[in-house]
C-alpha cells in the first residue's frame, strides 16, 4: 500500500525536517546577534538580544539533534511569547499582523518536541557514551 511506502520514509523525513527547522531557526539568531544576513544587531542584554541567544541556541541544538525535545519546547515558547507581544497587537489574522512565520515556527518546534527519536542525542546517551 501507497503509505506503508511513504511510513518507510518517516525517519529520513523526519531528519530531514529538524535540520531545516533548526537552521532556518538559527539564522533569526544570527541576525539579531550579529547583524549577519541582512539583519540588525540587537542589544545583547535586550529583549531581542535575549530572543537571539535563544533562537541561535534552539536552532543550533535541534538542528544537530541534542536534547531536541527540550529545546524545541523552548523554541514553542519563545515563539508563542513573541506572537502574543509583537504580532498578535497588530490584528488577530497572522497574515495580517506578520505573524504567520511565528506561527509556522511554534506548530514545527511542538511538533518536535512529542516526538521520541533515536537518533537523538540526550542526556541518558551522554551519560553511556562516558560510562562505556
Do not use: C, W
Not at 511506502?5 to 546577534?33: C, D, M, N, P
Not at 497574515?95 to 542526556?123: H, P
Amino acid at each position: 500500500m501507497l503509505l506503508d511506502r511513504v511510513s518507510s520514509f518517516e525517519r529520513v523525513t523526519f531528519f530531514v525536517f529538524r535540520i531545516i527547522i533548526g537552521l532556518s531557526f538559527a539564522q533569526h539568531g544570527l541576525q539579531k546577534l550579529f547583524g549577519l544576513l541582512g539583519g540588525k544587531q540587537a542589544e545583547l542584554l535586550s529583549l531581542m538580544g535575549l530572543a537571539g541567544i535563544i533562537e541561535l541556541a534552539v536552532g543550533v541544538f535541534v538542528a544537530v539533534g541534542m536534547f531536541t525535545r527540550i529545546f524545541a519546547f523552548l523554541g514553542s515558547v519563545t515563539m508563542a511569547v513573541a506572537y502574543g507581544m509583537v504580532h498578535f497587537p497588530k490584528g488577530l489574522i497572522p497574515i495580517q499582523n506578520g505573524g504567520e512565520l511565528a506561527l509556522l515556527y511554534f506548530v514545527a518546534f511542538m511538533f518536535l518536541a512529542s516526538r521520541k527519536v533515536e537518533q537523538d542525542i540526550d542526556a541518558s546517551t551522554i551519560y553511556k557514551l562516558f560510562k562505556g
